[in-house]
């Protein structure tokens, strides 16, 4: 992801961009953490996947994240989305057009 600003242009590449919107998810109270003691191959499967798309000049999100139990979902996933955004636009300048957020399960 390129963008210009008045003393040049910055490129971004969307893993970078990836690990912004995964590292913003996991700071929101609720999503699943990762605990020490679950093996290599659980961590891998429960931890938060985002894909980010350029689509003119504003990224599209795409966040998969488990719930921790006994959240309320609906706010949680706002929190998420805020985070999210405020996250990317100010550490990056550019504006997030949209979070989806994908719940696969809840950790009990």
Known sequence: MANTFRNGQVK???DILDQL???ASEEVNGVYGINSDQNK???KANS?????NNYDGRLH???TVNLDKN???RKTVKNIQENVIRVIESMTGIE???VNVSIPKIEI
């Open 61 to 63: 999100i795409d966040l």
């Open 96 to 98: 997030v057009a949209r």
């Open 41 to 43: 191959h659980n961590q």
């Open 48 to 52: 938060p996947k985002a894909v980010v």
């Open 12 to 14: 971004i590449a969307n």
């Open 21 to 23: 919107a995964i590292r």
């Open 71 to 73: 959240v309320n979902v």
